[in-house]
Each structure stands twice: as C-alpha cells, then as structure tokens.
C-alpha cells in the first residue's frame, strides 16, 4: 500500500510541474507577476510527523502498525494542507489543481485506513 502511494505521490509532483509549465505556457511573463500567495516552507515542513521516538542508532525502525499511524497522520495533514491552499484562491484554475491533490489525499489516507483495519482483522502482514 505505501509502495503505490508513494509512486501516487511521485505522479502528483509530475502533475503538478505540467500544471505549472502549462500555466506559464498559457501566461507569458508570469514568472515576473507580483506575488499574490506565499508559500511558508515551515508549513510544509510542519507536515512531517516527528519520527525521533523510532530512531534506533541513525536509523528508523518502526512496527507495521506505527508505520500506519505515520502515513495516516502525514495523509491527513497533507489533505488539510492542500485544501487550506486552494481556500486561499478564487475560483481558478489553481484551486482546482489544490482541490483535487487534497482529494487524492484524502483518497491515500482512506486506503491505509481501510489496509489497517484488514490487517487488524486477519493474520495477514502488512
């Protein structure tokens, strides 16, 4: 389940650098407009969940189950996150593109949750 997530993960950063060459293809000069909404690198970095209390000699170590809750927290933080962004434009194409990547993220969280629920349910492992 992370495996896929994570190349969902790899194909939204695509996405989202064709979003923006097409938008610059579309507006030319836009790379020299005023900015109208920043973005705060602290914020983004305020998504990662600490992950110090699984550190064992300079490396993760981790239960499935702790990996879960890891991925479920950083899903949900990252949805919050895209859709707080999209509230902050008007009805355009970018809040579009904030929209659906807050969808998708939505979309990941649910998967774990339901993988979780399975593992809890079987002997299978995750």
Known sequence: V???????EETHLNDLKIEL???IDQE???ERAPIFLHFDPCELERLIPDLSAFETNGALRM???SCLEIAMQLE???AGFFREYADKFIE???KKVFQRFADEELKHYETICRR???SLSSPISI
């Open 116 to 118: 979780a629920e399975e």
């Open 2 to 8: 992370l495996e896929r997530i994570v190349q969902e």
């Open 76 to 78: 949900q933080r990252a």
């Open 28 to 30: 030319k000069g836009l």
């Open 21 to 23: 060459e097409g938008v």
């Open 63 to 65: 239960e499935a189950k």
């Open 92 to 94: 355009t194409q970018g």
